[in-house]
């Protein structure tokens, strides 16, 4: 079965450089979020999509914007990097579409994001 | 505000043993609760899940009961294996708003189970 994909997977930025993480949900879910994993840390949601519009927002820096798109997939921009940003960046999609009528939220492989 | 408090870890079992991780939660109205595993250098993948209070979930000889006087959710396995060495997150889901629905997740469990 398809599952969630994320792109890149690992990605090394200097200070105050900007970063662009890729999510691709399953197949006709229409709902994405984006959470923050810090080292030894539980993730912290930063943001959500639903049908291409902002759905709720956390913890997420002004630094930080995203956007889902027509095809549902969706980018987290992130500028001005800070060596704190290094965390592992994980999206997840819920169905909608599909007939998932369920609140299970599928999880991607994470981007792993080292600020040096 | 919604909060999952989850046992201190690591926590580290022979093989065959019995496991128990406990977590409880805080929430207004009735979330509903998941465990999700991360195995190393991989995602999260979810375990298990109830949705309402008695609910049962059960998944790879792995079950929680959603407790609602208790406010809990603990994990249970009954003859833990070294492939079961992860971490372990409990979440709560709630969300009234179509699309808004968040995961919020206690602060982990790392397991370990020796041969």
């Known amino acids: ?116 | 505000g919604n909060s999952v408090t989850q046992m201190e870890g690591p926590v580290t079992l022979s093989e065959e043993a019995f496991l128990t991780i406990n977590c409880t939660y805080t929430a207004t109205g009735y979330p509903s609760l998941f465990w999700y595993v991360q195995y190393p250098g991989e995602g999260l993948q979810l375990l298990l899940k109830a949705t309402k209070a008695d609910d049962k979930g059960s998944n790879k000889g792995f079950e929680a009961t959603y407790r609602k006087e208790t406010t809990s959710f603990h994990l249970e396995k009954g003859s833990v294996q070294v492939s079961d060495s992860a971490v372990y997150f409990c979440a709560l889901r709630w969300g009234p708003i179509q699309g808004a629905q968040k995961l919020v997740f206690g602060q982990g469990t790392r397991l370990t189970i020796n041969p």
């Open chain 1, 1 to 116: 079965a398809a599952g969630v994909i994320q792109s890149p997977r690992h990605l090394i930025k200097e200070k105050r450089e900007t970063a662009t993480l890729k999510c691709y949900p399953i197949p006709r879910h229409d709902t994405v979020y984006w959470y923050q994993q810090g080292p030894g840390q539980d993730p912290q949601f930063l943001i959500s999509f639903y049908e291409k519009m902002q759905s709720d927002k956390g913890s997420i820096p002004d630094r930080f914007s995203a956007q889902q798109f027509s095809d549902y997939h969706s980018e987290l921009n992130m500028s001005s990097l800070e060596l704190g940003d290094s965390a592992l960046y994980f999206c997840a999609s819920r169905g909608g579409l599909a007939g998932d009528s369920t609140d299970t939220q599928y999880f991607g492989p994470g981007t792993r994001l080292t600020v040096l």
